[in-house]
Antibody, heavy 122, light 111 residues
Framework: QVQLQESGPGLVKPSETLSLTCAVS????????WSWIRQSPEKGLEWIGY???????NYNPSLKSRVTISVDTSKNQFSLRLSSVTAADTAVYYC????????????????WGQGALVTVSS | QSVLTQPPSASGTPGQRVTISCSGS????????VNWYQQLPGTAPKLLIY???QRPSGVPDRFSGSKSGASGSLAISGLQSEDEADYYC????????????FGGGTKLTVL
């Protein structure tokens, strides 16, 4: 079955860069869009951005200046970097797969990782 | 606050039917489909409904979705205690280069 697993530091200092990796098993990275989504009590669920297996990206306009998402097809994984973090970036970070539904020409997030809590604090 | 508007809470007794609304705008729900997710405490969101009214395999037919104009709706019939969870709607927003937006979530309590 498809499984996604986030990994990375759980504690990041203010002004530094948050880095997470999502390892995908049971599904090829190829042919799908892969998203990062975060959740905090203050902001709820917030989409950060996605990457296509070919490397094309799209980011949330509110985070675009600080976000970089990359993909490593050889390792079947993709990564998130969020720079200049503040306490407001403290959240549970999820990686998720987007699947295309031909019936309506739309997408949905069908598989999610278990989530990684990242705390921004000195 | 979230781009899509949901009631913060809903409740019902076992066996009842409850509905949860999700209000958006012309740039998101008004021009794209709605997806729904269920989140049990301490777990990741789980896909419940996609493309307004499609159920993934394994999701009971007690769960159904609909869309009208710029609003979506999730209905749960034959309410069960295990349905107590947070429910979120999501849609693609066509503004700028496009991005996913979510509702603030509705906490469903089974009385």
């Amino acid at each position: 079955q498809v499984q996604l697993q986030e990994s990375g530091p759980g504690l990041v200092k203010p002004s530094e860069t948050l880095s997470l990796t999502c390892a995908v098993s049971g599904s090829s990275i190829s042919g799908y869009y892969w998203s990062w989504i975060r959740q905090s009590p203050e902001k709820g669920l917030e989409w950060i951005g996605y990457i296509y297996y070919s490397g094309s990206t799209n980011y949330n306009p509110s985070l675009k200046s600080r976000v970089t998402i990359s993909v490593d097809t050889s390792k079947n994984q993709f990564s998130l970097r969020l720079s200049s973090v503040t306490a407001a970036d403290t959240a549970v970070y999820y990686c998720a797969r987007s699947t295309y539904y031909y019936g309506s020409g739309t997408y949905f997030h069908d598989y999610w990782g278990q989530g990684a809590l990242v705390t921004v604090s000195s | 606050q979230s781009v899509l508007t949901q009631p913060p809470s809903a409740s019902g007794t076992p066996g009842q039917r409850v509905t949860i609304s999700c209000s958006g705008s012309s740039s998101n729900i008004g021009s794209n489909t709605v997806n729904w997710y269920q989140q049990l405490p301490g777990t990741a969101p789980k896909l419940l409904i996609y493309s307004n009214n499609q159920r993934p395999s394994g999701v009971p037919d007690r769960f159904s979705g609909s869309k009208s104009g710029a609003s979506g709706s999730l209905a749960i019939s034959g309410l069960q205690s295990e349905d107590e969870a947070d429910y979120y709607c999501a849609a693609w927003d066509d503004s700028l280069n496009g991005f996913w937006v979510f509702g603030g979530g509705t906490k469903l309590t089974v009385l």
